[in-house]
T-cell receptor
């Protein structure tokens, strides 16, 4: 089974509109974390936002917010007031498992390509 | 600004000719990672270093090796590149503490194999 599922290969949004990128996850761990990264065409993976499994409030960072629904195992990214510079691939990722070797395994989804239309 | 720097941004090599990709960081993070990302796919972890301890993923081919001579630098060596190794290679770093484990990435090196 896929650990991280992003069902939208591509999305279009009008500039200044809000957009939601979907992410569902699968884990049996009680303690885990969810991330969203942005990857422009230049290639760099840019960290956007993080949500811990025990965090009761949805994470927000500027125009980004994470709609965390634990019972549904979903962690959707909401981008408000889209800008042309938001056009990029967006990856959802999850940290889970035993912390060992200075590391907890991070699994990435297959990404959603967002295009913002002027 | 503290950051993760990868050189070169683009690398062209010939089939079977060894190639080395480099990564440096000014974040003073003790964990460094190498990922392979093929077109339209998720990044795939190849290995990571926790300080000087090397941790290989089980499915990473022997063709891929890594060196970390000090905290700041990490190298990816591909001993005999094949056409299937053409990909974006991403270096990332993090602090080894329990909890968030945010990974910070470089801009990547795009490798072409002729």
């Amino acid at each position: 089974a896929q650990k991280i599922t992003q069902t939208q290969p591509g999305m279009f949004v009008q500039e200044k509109e809000a957009v939601t990128l979907d992410c569902t996850y699968d884990t049996s761990d009680q303690s885990y974390g969810l991330f969203w990264y942005k990857q422009p065409s230049s290639g760099e993976m840019i960290f956007l936002i993080y949500q811990g499994s025990y965090d009761e409030q949805n994470a927000t960072e500027g125009r980004y917010s994470l709609n965390f629904q634990k019972a549904r195992k979903s962690a959707n990214l909401v981008i408000s007031a889209s800008q042309l510079g938001d056009s990029a691939m967006y990856f959802c990722a999850m940290r889970e498992g035993i912390f060992s070797g200075g590391y907890q395994k991070v699994t990435f989804g297959t990404g959603t390509k967002l295009q913002v239309i002027p | 600004d503290a950051m993760v720097i990868q050189n070169p941004r683009y690398q062209v090599t010939q089939f079977g000719k060894p190639v080395t990709l480099s990564c440096s960081q000014t974040l003073n993070h003790n964990v460094m990672y190498w990922y392979q990302q093929k077109s339209s796919q998720a990044p795939k972890l190849l290995f990571h270093y926790y300080d000087k301890d090397f941790n290989n993923e089980a499915d990473t081919p022997d063709n891929f090796q890594s060196r970390r001579p000090n905290t700041s630098f990490c190298f990816l060596d591909i001993r005999s590149p094949g056409l299937g190794d053409a990909a974006m290679y991403l270096c990332a770093t993090s602090i080894a503490v329990t909890g968030i484990n945010i990974q910070y990435f470089g801009a990547g090196t795009r490798l072409s194999v002729l």
